[in-house]
């Protein structure tokens, strides 16, 4: 098998993984109600309690087309730029200072990528034609996470995730970690579930529910521009917080 061969299969396992394991666990809570204890973590009360099943079958063929036209390609493109960067693509693990160095720029990179372009999507012309399809969940569940116009996809959200390991030249074994770390997360700030445990979807939750504000991943950003103004002057704002324990949320 070529390096090609490995990088691709070893991308689309993480991302298929990810998609059914944490997306699809959430859509069982979503659907079936199960675990009951999940439930009673609803960020939105109420929403999403009955999913119709048009707009499932449009979540998830939109999934498809994402993941076909622009994911595939975008996992092609990044074969090519991590061998134009000398990356090492076995599965040899990295010195565990660089891995941990890695991944707090790739954090940083994606954090800038992720907040001026989504800062752009919600530009008139932009939010119209583009990002108003995101936001067609104001109450967003997991597999939302994924759910966009090819256009926003790639320059919003892959961009900004796919250049920390092309800036770094890192290896596969990192860029695959920062990849299932990053996606999983992802997929909880559009749960829906403030859960113990897990980082808060309160932030991105709230920029759903009020479509402005809050777009970053961190908060930082926001946070030097203004842009969490209303999202600070809430009361979702002092539940925007890792607990450890149901109690905690109250």
């Given at each position: 098998?070529?390096?090609?061969?490995?990088?691709?299969?070893?991308?689309?396992?993480?991302?298929?993984?990810?998609?059914?394991?944490?997306?699809?666990?959430?859509?069982?809570?979503?659907?079936?109600?199960?675990?009951?204890?999940?439930?009673?973590?609803?960020?939105?009360?109420?929403?999403?309690?009955?999913?119709?099943?048009?707009?499932?079958?449009?979540?998830?063929?939109?999934?498809?087309?994402?993941?076909?036209?622009?994911?595939?390609?975008?996992?092609?493109?990044?074969?090519?730029?991590?061998?134009?960067?000398?990356?090492?693509?076995?599965?040899?693990?990295?010195?565990?200072?660089?891995?941990?160095?890695?991944?707090s720029g790739?954090?940083?990179?994606?954090?800038?990528?992720?907040?001026?372009?989504?800062?752009?999507?919600?530009?008139?012309?932009?939010?119209?034609?583009?990002?108003?399809?995101?936001?067609?969940?104001?109450?967003?569940?997991?597999?939302?996470?994924?759910?966009?116009?090819?256009?926003?996809?790639?320059?919003?959200?892959?961009?900004?995730?796919?250049?920390?390991?092309?800036?770094?030249?890192?290896?596969?074994?990192?860029?695959?970690?920062?990849?299932?770390?990053?996606?999983?997360?992802?997929?909880?700030?559009?749960?829906?579930?403030?859960?113990?445990?897990?980082?808060?979807?309160?932030?991105?939750?709230?920029?759903?529910?009020?479509?402005?504000?809050?777009?970053?991943v961190l908060?930082?950003?926001?946070?030097?521009?203004?842009?969490?103004?209303?999202?600070?002057?809430?009361?979702?704002?002092?539940?925007?917080?890792?607990?450890?324990s149901s109690?905690?949320?109250?």
């Open positions: 098998m070529t390096s090609a061969h490995i990088l691709l299969t070893a991308t689309f396992t993480v991302y298929l993984s990810i998609l059914t394991l944490v997306g699809g666990g959430f859509l069982v809570v979503d659907i079936y109600h199960r675990p009951r204890w999940v439930l009673k973590h609803k960020i939105q009360k109420g929403k999403n309690l009955m999913i119709e099943k048009g707009r499932l079958r449009g979540l998830l063929n939109n999934i498809l087309l994402n993941s076909t036209v622009v994911l595939l390609p975008g996992a092609v493109v990044l074969y090519f730029l991590l061998k134009w960067r000398d990356s090492d693509l076995s599965f040899t693990p990295p010195a565990i200072p660089t891995f941990f160095l890695h991944l790739f954090v940083v990179i994606e954090e800038i990528g992720f907040y001026y372009s989504h800062r752009l999507m919600h530009s008139s012309f932009l939010y119209k034609r583009v990002h108003k399809k995101h936001h067609e969940w104001t109450a967003p569940i997991g597999l939302t996470a994924v759910y966009s116009h090819p256009i926003e996809m790639l320059v919003t959200n892959l961009i900004p995730f796919l250049c920390g390991p092309v800036v770094f030249g890192s290896c596969l074994v990192t860029a695959l970690w920062w990849f299932a770390i990053a996606f999983t997360v992802t997929i909880i700030h559009h749960s829906g579930y403030h859960l113990p445990l897990l980082p808060s979807p309160e932030f991105h939750d709230f920029h759903h529910l009020k479509f402005t504000g809050n777009y970053g908060g930082v950003l926001d946070r030097l521009h203004g842009t969490d103004k209303v999202f600070r002057e809430s009361s979702r704002f002092r539940k925007h917080r890792f607990v450890f109690r905690t949320l109250t």
